[in-house]
């Protein structure tokens, strides 16, 4: 207990407390007895029973220890969204398929191998929050998260993160970015994060970048959209522009003739045609409603909402939609549009596939951001230059500690939740099955 009781709060934990017992009291009270070659036998024959994570808990209770946490956890319910659920099904029941497709191989065949990817931050203020503490013990957090580093990384349950060299060059799959200049301006967000997923081409099709108006096309203008093709009512292909060229500024002669017919005043056309034309031709984004008009989607006078107000989800079954990007954000050419991430695999031969929303469980590199950054927080000093050097080690903790059977095992525990989904099952009901296989597999090795 003393030995517990004057090591540094963020340290204490079940596992050292066990390490303690077992290195230095129980040898120490067998030597005590004279009988050191004994006393080794008894050590080495322990099993995990007699110090159990529920007996040194109680024991750390017993002594006047208290788990405390710093922080409340969050929760999230998105998961048993509709459109999250379909998604997740058929998504589940096509990485099943793939996770089969492990025939004998013939001698230019390749073994399919799931390549994960995803991105995580680590923050230098990022401590241990729950430690064991005595009631004059406080814990004192530093307030913020302090500076950031970004790990994106790709990973395969064979060889974890993968290095090698070609053409002479040094690669691993992993990048880390470290804050730009000490002006803050590097610090990265979440809002980076899930930005960065969603990278696409410049001139991709994609309906949350368009305006809601006719808006000029200027040197300044952030995206452009290239020319598609819709499919019409009759079956035929039918190019589309987003773009028209105007010779004279519509709206504002549209505005002047409305004012005009309100006051009952006459209006000369072709005055009003001299006094807004354009000195030259000007391009304009044909502005969202234009375009489901165009292609049918919308009666020519038939009123629709722009956009959905922020924060409520769109409603897929809504007649002829619940707002206008997200009809277009749903005709086949704006949902082929594929992010760069997928045009870039995919060009190189690979299968995409995007996990679903919210539900990392299925995504083992999740795991090991987990154990890299437990590693960090115990490591924690709130110093943002031993994160930035360490951070390497940090990550490759895990599988320095265990090899790459470590990786295979957080594999194999996200593909039993993959599998549990493609059956149909809701994310309460894939915890209990993978909770039941565990303790199983647990019982299973234990009687070998
Ligand atoms: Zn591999
Ligand atoms: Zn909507």
Redo the contacts with the bound molecule.
């Keep these: 207990m003393s030995s517990t009781r004057s090591q540094d709060p963020v340290r204490r934990s079940i596992p050292a407390l066990r390490q303690h017992i077992r290195q230095e009291v129980l040898p120490e009270l067998l030597e005590l007895e004279n009988n050191v070659e004994a006393g080794a036998d008894v050590i080495s024959s322990q099993p995990e029973h007699p110090l159990s994570n529920v007996a040194l808990a109680t024991y750390l209770k017993a002594w006047g220890f208290d788990y405390k946490t710093g922080k409340d956890q969050t929760y999230f319910d998105g998961h048993e969204r509709d459109d999250v659920v379909r998604y997740r099904i058929k998504w589940a029941q096509q990485m099943m398929e793939w996770h089969k497709l492990q025939p004998s191989l013939k001698d230019n065949e390749k073994k399919m191998v799931l390549v994960t990817h995803d991105e995580s931050i680590f923050y230098s203020n990022d401590c241990k929050v729950t430690r064991w503490c005595e009631k004059n013990e406080f814990m004192i957090l530093p307030k913020g998260q302090g500076r950031s580093i970004m790990i994106s990384s790709f990973m395969c349950p064979c060889h974890g993160t993968m290095r090698g060299t070609v053409n002479g060059v040094n690669l691993i799959s992993r990048v880390i970015f470290f804050p730009g200049n000490s002006n803050g301006d590097g610090y990265w967000t979440n809002k980076d994060l899930t930005s960065n997923h969603k990278a696409f081409a410049d001139d991709a099709l994609v309906a949350s970048r368009m305006t809601s108006g006719t808006s000029e096309v200027k040197s300044s203008t952030m995206y452009r959209f290239r020319d598609t093709t819709y499919v019409d009512r009759n079956g035929i292909i039918k190019p589309q522009s987003m773009y028209t060229m105007e010779s004279m500024d519509l709206d504002a002669a549209m505005k002047e003739i409305n004012r005009r017919r309100a006051k009952g005043q006459a209006f000369n056309a072709n005055a009003l045609v001299e006094k807004y034309r354009h000195a030259q031709e000007r391009e304009k984004f044909k502005e969202i409603l234009r375009l489901l008009r165009e292609r049918g989607l919308l009666g020519r006078n038939e009123p629709l909402?722009r956009?959905?107000v922020r924060g409520?989800p769109?409603?897929p079954q809504?007649k002829p939609?619940?707002?206008a990007?997200?009809?277009l954000s749903q005709q086949p050419d704006f949902k082929a549009q594929k992010n760069m991430l997928e045009t870039q695999t995919s060009k190189a031969g690979h299968l995409f596939t995007l996990y679903p929303k919210y539900h990392c469980e299925c995504n083992w590199i999740e795991r090991h951001w987990g154990t890299a950054k437990r590693h960090a927080r115990m490591e924690c000093d709130y110093s943002f230059d031993t994160l930035k050097s360490r951070i390497e080690e940090f990550l490759d903790h895990d599988e320095a500690a265990f090899g790459h059977k470590i990786n295979r095992r957080y594999y194999y525990r996200a593909y039993r939740y993959i599998d549990a989904y493609s059956k149909g099952n809701d994310v309460l009901e894939a915890d209990d099955i993978i909770k039941k296989f565990s303790k199983e597999y647990r019982s299973h090795r234990r009687a070998v």
Excluded: E, N, P, Q
């Design positions: 909402r956009v959905c409520t769109h409603d809504a939609g619940c707002c990007k997200y009809l």
